[in-house]
């Protein structure tokens, strides 16, 4: 009897603990170097991709987008903007490329490390993102 009772409790904490919600989002949370990749999808179609590091609402990196059949060149250069972290894990990132300024609005996942969402920007370009941290400290391996 004792050995049941102890299995019953032993499984009642776990849902316990397993139910706690995940911690609100801070603005610390963002802080961190990510991989970002886009799509343009109703305009001006063509593929990006960012490395960015977020550091106290500040963003700065490089960006890449993929020529398209609309515009033969692509832009492959600096980035910067800010960004700022709601407490339900969305965020929203203002991109500066010289002359196209992109708002994204993006949700996180509940650990925080990557996210999905969408973008628009002053050309009225419309598109999907994702984007996942990764550490600047690990040497890169290529893929076999």
Sequence with gaps: MKKILFVASALLLSTQV???PPAPCTQANLNGTYITYQAAINHHFHTGKCEITIASGLLTGHCAFDPSAENPTNYNGPVNGTATMNSNCS??????FGPVQSDFDVQFTPDKQ???????NNFGVEGTT???????????????
Excluded: C, E, N, W
């Excluded at 990557?114 to 628009?120: A, E, L, Q, R, V």
């Design 18 to 20: 397993q139910a706690a």
């Design 91 to 96: 965020a929203v990132m203002s991109m500066d």
């Design 114 to 120: 990557s996210f999905i969402g969408k973008f628009g």
């Design 130 to 144: 994702s984007g996942t941290r990764y550490s600047t400290l690990l040497p890169a391996t290529p893929a076999p």
